[in-house]
């Protein structure tokens, strides 16, 4: 298994609070990616990092912000959580792009973040 | 918006039985990736084609790749209830963005 570790893994928070989930990886890939995960809808890109502080958004990154201030560490922070960013959060490094030329991605185990 | 739609939405079958997962996209791609997920769990790499691709193997796996209609397939040959998993396309488009489809559920009865 790919070293991803993601924390909290599970959380329940109140709405209008803000939450950060944390993915830390040591295998000193190049990029990173939160995605989340809602029945229906697969999983989505809310943001991903290509280096140290460089950082894009993705298909539904609204009411969403990321860092990056180590290659290890990529931060999700909802500002103020709402009960429709109730869902699994997926963390994923890369060694290069995406998957161009195939390079494979990895996922951590998720984030399972209920907003009440 | 979703990229890859994946057909059944959910399969049951007996073990030693095949499993076909099929998946259609609307635009043009690099290449094609299968993962799968266990419940609870992340999700990891099958297979990967690419564009200029139209069939690849690894063990049971199977994956064929149609350009012209747009569409994928994913074969198991002699499924275990242990193959019991979500199975997701992913497509990457030129510029390396990855997205998935929605997935198929596929149960395996032993």
């Known amino acids: 298994d790919a070293g991803i570790t993601q924390s909290p893994r599970h959380k329940v928070t109140e709405t209008g609070t803000p939450v950060t989930l944390r993915c830390h990886q040591t295998e000193n890939h190049r990029y990173m990616y939160w995605y989340r995960q809602d029945p229906g809808h697969g999983l989505r890109l809310i943001h991903y990092?290509?280096?140290?502080?460089?950082?894009d958004k993705g298909e539904v990154s609204d009411g969403y912000s990321v860092s990056r201030s180590k290659t290890e560490d990529f931060l999700l922070t909802l500002e103020s959580a709402t009960s429709s960013q109730t869902s699994v959060y997926f963390c994923a490094i890369s060694e290069i792009a995406g998957a161009v030329s195939g390079n494979t991605i990895y996922f951590g185990e998720g984030s399972w973040l209920t907003v009440v | 918006s979703q990229q890859g739609e994946e057909d059944p939405q959910a399969l049951s079958i007996q073990e030693g039985e095949n499993a076909t997962m099929n998946c259609s996209y609307k635009?043009?791609?690099?290449?094609l990736q299968w993962y799968r997920q266990n419940s609870g769990r992340g999700l990891v790499h099958l297979i990967l084609?690419?564009?200029?691709?139209r069939e690849k193997h690894s063990g049971r796996l199977r994956v064929t790749l149609d350009t012209s209609k747009k569409s994928s397939s994913l074969l198991i040959t002699a499924s275990r209830a242990a193959d019991t998993a979500s199975y997701f396309c992913a497509t990457v488009d030129q510029g390396g963005k990855l997205i998935f489809g929605q997935g198929t559920e596929l149960s395996v009865k032993p």
């Open positions: 635009t043009s791609i690099n290449n």
């Open positions: 990092s290509y280096g140290v502080k460089d950082t």
């Open positions: 084609i690419r564009s200029n691709e």
